[in-house]
Structures are given as structure tokens and as C-alpha cells.
């Protein structure tokens, strides 16, 4: 028998997940590691803590699932996006990892935008630079740490250094080198022109290639360190975004996911790299060869849920380490009590700045509407309704463009919440379906790796082979009626505040 495993280098932990030559799950394990913020709006890890979660994760993976490391045929990739990792002449990393969600940027995005020229810029790039993106970063590198950026030689996402880690090859794919505002987005390769603008090395650019594209192989070294058997052969795979539409089955027109994890994302397949006009949205290249896809992102969606677990819900926390619970669902569970619409308290989900469709690093979360009738169950529903707005403004836009939207799949952490499904088929007014693996990104790099191996023709035929709808969400319509009422307060929110967030971005560094 053969296997395939895909490694997420995510924001919070690394995962590997083992599949059969069918695209079954077999055994998945994963290990957690810390996030740093040195400074307000600042967010790092560091890439050696990357790699020793995947040395602790990949060989408990292949012991659960009671194979040989030799039945392994390949390895797929994916992670988070727009990380910055650096590494010297000797392959050293120079500084920590500055993550997606750093907030750092503002100045830096500004001058790119202004030097190149925006009708330029987003021409090539299909997009604004913006804080968290790659770019940006390197320019704030180069103007705040010199001694740092004499140094480097390679730049690398976070799940290429995983790659450089297990091959020795400095490379990438398109999916996430989209995310860099570096790469010409319809040419499907690195842009000189904005290289040599924004005088960034051209040597220290990974090679660039599809998401399924062998780039090369496990090194006796990685080997073993991670129990992966040498030389088995490592596929580009994609940036988390294109490797969870992937295990989502998002590869024809008319689908659309929306998937919950730390940040929220409304993720569209395109057959051609069609962009929005006013920049609200991404238009990156897609996992699968020659398509792309267009998404809205939101900041801190499961992120909010996960605020309020560790701030306001310190009870349910302490009974689920006694009971063996998860302390999610206790919180879910208290929110289910609380009418939809929540008695009337909206929650803004921007606790991290936001993206789409603001773009708006000093925004600020906001519970608007408390009054002394509301508990602590209207305010994780509250939380779980913003979460639930926030996404549909991205879906409201794609609407706006003509996007075909005949289907919404819904994935990631938050969607094995029944309540938090149920919320979101609401106040969008659409059927939410769910597919037969909860785990749809690293599901989505083993899928790419069966490709790279040859065990499916391409990345359609991976999808239609293994990815199952079963199970479906209608809209409740006396709640979708409620919820229409409320979205329009929701989506005054932020017109109306702008000037107050930005009156306390300047007074306060938090």
C-alpha cells in the first residue's frame, strides 16, 4: 500500500496528515508552539520551533497510523502565508519569522504603493500591499534592522523553510508566492520590475514552480530527524488559503468556501486572474496549475473565538480540563441560549486590525450595544454573529463582481461547530455544506503530494476522487430575517468609528 502525508506549518501549531493511495485520512498528529509579540501590533515565531513540531508530529503520524516510512510516496507542503524568514549565507536564520498577522508595516506599504505606482502595482501583483505581506516587510527590514539585512541571502516562506529543512532546495509555488506582492500574478512568476524597484536581490528569490511539481527530495539528514523515509520526493504544495480549497474541492467555477481558522477567508476558484478594482480583495494564483482564485480575509475570526476563551471564558476552561471537554463547545454551548441576533450587541471581529474589505491595520474590536440585560452567552454569540458579518462582507463583494456563487462549503476549525454553521448559512442567506475531512488544509497539501506522485492525473480529478459532501446547513429563515435586519447596523460600524480608531491608534500603542 501506498501513503502520502502533508505537513501545515500553521499559526499555531504543526500538523501531519497521512492519506491512502484514495485520499482517505489514516492518522493525523500535530504539535502546538508559541507566537511572540515583542512590541503592540508585532507578531514572530521562530522557524526552529517549526521544524522541531514537525519531529515530533511526523513520526507520531506514521506510529498512529501503523505504516512503514517506506510506504510514504511523497510529501505535500502548506502553511501560513506572507511570513518573512531569512536565512544567511550558511543557511542560518537571521531574525525570527515576522508572521501574517504583524501589523508593523503601514509606512513601509505606503512608499511601496507610492514609489511603484498603485495602477502599476496592482496590474502586476493583483493586489495593494498591505501590512502582513512579504514585501513590505523587507522594506521595513532594510530601513529598522540593516545589520539584519546585511546578512541575509535567501527569503523563504514559513512552509519553504520546512522545505529547505527536509531537501536543502531554497524553493516555493505560486499559491503562496502570490502572497509576497512580488510575483506577477497572471504571468504566474516572479515580476523583475518590482524586484529591481523595490531593490530586493534577485538571488536571494526562491525558485518558483506549481503547486503539484516535484521540487525535491528528503536528505539522509531530515530523514533522520523526522522518520520520512530519505529521498522521497517533496511537491511544491500551496499557501494555507489554495491548500484548504483544495480539500475543500474548490477547483471549478460556482464554488466557494469559507473557512474558519485563526483568520476567516472567502476563497473563490477563477479560471482567469480577474481582480477587484478597489483592492478589497486578493486575486492570487490557485493550487491548481493555471487557475486562480480571488478571497476576502478576515483578520481574527476563529482568532475572536479564541480571545474570548482565554479573556471572559476562564470557567468553562477549568471545567473542560476536568471533564476532558473542549472548552469551545462549552463556550458554544452558552452561546446557543442567547437569541439570534443576540438581543441586539453586535461584535466587531477586528482584534488584530483588519483586511478585507477595510484594509485597515488601526481598527479596533467592538462590542456596540451592551446593555444590563446582557451575559456572558450574548457575548459569545455576539462574537460568533460578528465573525459570521464580517465574512459575509467578503461574499457581498464577490457578488457585486459577478462571481458565480452556486455553492458555500464551509471549513476549518470553526465549522465542526454545528451553532457557528448554523450562523453563518443565516446571515448569509445560502446553504453552508461540509465535506467528508474537517482538516481541509493539510488534507489539501496530501491531496497536491498524490498528485506530485502520480497517484491522481491532476488536481480536478484528486477533488473529485476524495473530496464528499456530507453534510448540509439550510438557512433558518425567521434567523436569516433577524439577521437581515441587523447586518446593515454591522456594516455602519466601521464608517462611522473610522475616525475614533484612528484617533486612539494615535494615542495609544496598543
Known amino acids: 500500500m501506498s501513503y502520502l ?67 510514504i510516496r ?23 519569522c515576522i508572521m501574517w498577522n504583524d501589523q508593523r508595516t503601514a509606512e513601509e506599504c505606503a512608499w511601496i504603493m507610492d514609489t511603484f505606482g498603485r495602477e502599476r502595482f496592482l496590474e502586476i501583483t493583483r493586489n495593494p500591499a498591505l501590512p502582513g505581506f512579504t514585501a513590505p516587510k523587507l522594506v521595513w527590514m532594510r530601513r529598522h534592522e540593516s545589520d539584519h539585512y546585511a546578512r541575509a541571502r535567501h527569503l523563504l516562506l514559513p512552509k519553504d523553510y520546512i522545505r529547505y529543512r527536509l531537501t536543502g532546495d531554497y524553493a516555493t509555488e505560486v499559491s503562496d508566492a502570490s502572497g509576497t506582492v512580488l510575483l506577477d500574478v497572471a504571468k504566474r512568476a516572479w515580476s523583475g520590475e518590482l524586484l529591481d524597484k523595490l531593490e530586493i536581490p534577485r538571488e536571494w528569490i526562491p525558485h518558483c514552480v ?5 521540487t525535491g527530495t528528503v536528505s539522509a539528514v531530515a530523514a533522520q530527524a523526522t522518520g520520512l523515509p530519505a529521498g522521497v520526493p517533496v511537491v511544491g504544495g500551496g499557501g494555507d488559503q489554495a491548500a484548504s480549497a483544495i480539500g475543500n474541492g474548490i477547483v471549478e467555477p460556482g464554488l466557494v468556501s469559507v473557512t474558519l481558522g485563526t483568520s476567516g477567508v472567502v476563497f473563490a476558484y477563477a479560471d482567469e486572474p480577474s481582480s477587484d478594482p478597489q483592492g478589497r480583495l486578493h486575486t492570487f494564483c490557485h493550487a491548481v496549475p493555471g487557475k486562480w482564485h480571488m478571497m476576502g480575509v478576515a483578520l481574527s475570526s476563529g482568532g475572536s473565538l479564541r480571545w474570548l476563551r482565554d479573556t471572559l471564558a476562564h470557567s468553562e476552561v477549568h471545567v473542560a480540563s476536568l471533564t476532558g471537554q473542549d472548552a469551545y463547545e462549552l463556550i458554544t454551548a452558552e452561546a446557543a441560549q442567547a437569541p439570534a441576533g443576540s438581543d441586539g450587541l453586535l461584535f466587531t471581529p477586528y482584534l488584530t486590525g483588519e483586511r478585507a474589505p477595510h484594509a485597515d491595520p488601526t481598527v479596533r474590536g467592538t462590542f456596540f450595544g451592551l446593555t444590563v440585560r446582557h451575559d456572558r452567552r450574548h457575548m459569545a454569540r455576539a462574537v460568533l454573529e460578528g ?46 455544506t461540509t465535506v467528508n475531512v474537517t482538516d481541509s488544509t493539510v488534507y489539501g497539501a496530501a491531496l497536491l503530494a498524490a498528485v506530485g506522485a502520480g497517484t491522481f492525473g491532476s488536481v480536478p480529478e484528486a477533488c473529485r476522487v476524495a473530496v464528499r459532501v456530507v453534510e448540509r446547513t439550510a438557512p433558518n429563515e425567521s434567523q436569516r430575517r433577524v439577521y437581515e435586519s441587523y447586518y446593515p447596523v454591522y456594516r455602519s460600524l466601521y464608517p462611522a468609528l473610522k475616525a475614533s480608531y484612528d484617533q486612539l491608534a494615535a494615542i495609544s500603542t496598543f
Do not use: K
Not at 6 to 13: A, E
Not at 397 to 402: A, D, K, Q, V
Open 5 to 71: 502525508i502533508g505537513i501545515d506549518i500553521g499559526t499555531t501549531s504543526a500538523r501531519a496528515l497521512i492519506i491512502d493511495a484514495l485520499g482517505n485520512p489514516v492518522a493525523t498528529a500535530a504539535n502546538d508552539y508559541p507566537m511572540a509579540t515583542p512590541q503592540p501590533l508585532w507578531a514572530e515565531q521562530n522557524p526552529a520551533d517549526w521544524w522541531q513540531a514537525v519531529c515530533q508530529a511526523v513520526p507520531r503520524a506514521i506510529h498512529m497510523a501503523g505504516i512503514q516510512a517506506q510506504e
Open 74 to 96: 511523497a510529501v505535500g507542503l502548506t502553511g501560513q502565508m506572507h511570513g518573512m524568514v531569512l536565512l544567511d549565507e550558511s543557511g542560518e536564520v537571521v531574525r525570527p
Open 210 to 214: 506549481e503547486s503539484p511539481v516535484i
Open 387 to 432: 465573525v459570521a458579518y464580517s465574512l459575509r462582507d467578503s461574499l457581498e463583494i464577490f457578488r457585486e463582481l459577478g462571481i458565480s456563487i452556486r455553492e458555500v462549503r464551509g471549513g476549518g476549525g470553526g465549522a465542526r461547530s454545528l451553532l457557528w454553521r448554523q450562523i453563518l448559512a443565516d446571515v448569509f442567506g445560502t446553504e453552508l
